[in-house]
C-alpha cells in the first residue's frame, strides 16, 4: 500500500474512533441530564404531596385539639383546587427510574393511611379504643413522622444525585 493511502487510511479511522467516542460521550451526558431530571422531578412530587397532605390534615388537628368544628375543617378543605394526582406520578418515577426509593414511598403511603384513619375516626367518633385525646396525641406523632420523612427522603434524593453527578463527570 502506498503512504498515501495508508495516511488517508489512518486519518479516516482516527477520525471515525474519535466520532464514535464524541457521540458514546454526549449521549451518555444526555442520558444523565435526563435521569437527573426525572429524580427532580420525584422529588418535587413528593414533597408537593407530602406538603399537600399536611396542609390538608392541619384542620382537622385543630378540631381534634378543639379549635376548630368539623365542618369548619371539612370547609377548609373542600376550598383548595383539585390538584393533579401527584402520588401518581410520584408512584410512576419510582417505579421507572428509581426503585431504590420505593421503601420511602411506600412509608409516604402507610403514613397517609395512618393519618386518614384518625381523621375518619374522630369524626365518627370511634377511635378504636382511644379517646379523643389519645387520637389527637397519635396524628400529632403521624405528623411528625410525615415530617422525619420529607427530611429523611431529601437525604436520600441527595444520594441519588450524586451518583448521577459522578456519572457526569466521569463522562
Same mark, same amino acid.
Given at each position: 500500500?502506498?503512504?498515501?493511502?495508508?495516511?488517508?487510511?489512518?486519518?479516516?479511522?482516527?477520525?471515525?474512533?474519535?466520532?464514535?467516542?464524541?457521540?458514546?460521550?454526549? *449521549?451518555?451526558?444526555?442520558?444523565?441530564?435526563?435521569?437527573?431530571?426525572?429524580?427532580?422531578?420525584?422529588?418535587?412530587?413528593?414533597?408537593?404531596?407530602?406538603?399537600?397532605?399536611?396542609?390538608?390534615?392541619?384542620?382537622?388537628?385543630?378540631?381534634?385539639?378543639?379549635?376548630?368544628?368539623?365542618?369548619?375543617?371539612?370547609?377548609?378543605?373542600?376550598?383548595?383546587?383539585?390538584?393533579?394526582?401527584?402520588?401518581?406520578?410520584?408512584?410512576?418515577?419510582?417505579?421507572?427510574?428509581?426503585?431504590?426509593?420505593?421503601?420511602?414511598?411506600?412509608?409516604?403511603?402507610?403514613?397517609?393511611?395512618?393519618?386518614?384513619?384518625?381523621?375518619?375516626?374522630?369524626?365518627?367518633?370511634?377511635?378504636?379504643?382511644?379517646?379523643?385525646?389519645?387520637?389527637?396525641?397519635?396524628?400529632?406523632?403521624?405528623?411528625?413522622?410525615?415530617?422525619?420523612?420529607?427530611?429523611?427522603?431529601?437525604?436520600?434524593?441527595?444520594?441519588?444525585?450524586?451518583?448521577?453527578? *459522578?456519572?457526569?463527570?466521569?463522562?
Amino acid at each position: 500500500m502506498s503512504l498515501i493511502a495508508t495516511a488517508a487510511l489512518s486519518i479516516l479511522t482516527s477520525g471515525l474512533v474519535s466520532a464514535l467516542v464524541t457521540f458514546r460521550l454526549s *449521549s451518555r451526558r444526555q442520558d444523565l441530564q435526563f435521569r437527573r431530571q426525572k429524580l427532580e422531578d420525584t422529588y418535587k412530587a413528593f414533597i408537593a404531596f407530602a406538603a399537600d397532605l399536611g396542609l390538608h390534615w392541619m384542620p382537622f388537628g385543630a378540631v381534634m385539639a378543639g379549635r376548630l368544628e368539623y365542618k369548619s375543617a371539612i370547609a377548609m378543605t373542600k376550598v383548595e383546587p383539585a390538584k393533579p394526582r401527584q402520588i401518581d406520578e410520584l408512584q410512576m418515577l419510582v417505579a421507572i427510574y428509581f426503585p431504590e426509593l420505593q421503601p420511602l414511598l411506600d412509608e409516604l403511603l402507610e403514613i397517609r393511611d395512618r393519618g386518614s384513619i384518625l381523621v375518619l375516626a374522630y369524626k365518627s367518633y370511634e377511635s378504636p379504643g382511644q379517646s379523643r385525646q389519645e387520637t389527637l396525641v397519635l396524628f400529632d406523632k403521624v405528623l411528625r413522622e410525615l415530617q422525619e420523612l420529607r427530611e429523611r427522603f431529601a437525604l436520600a434524593v441527595r444520594a441519588e444525585a450524586e451518583k448521577i453527578r *459522578s456519572g457526569l463527570t466521569a463522562a
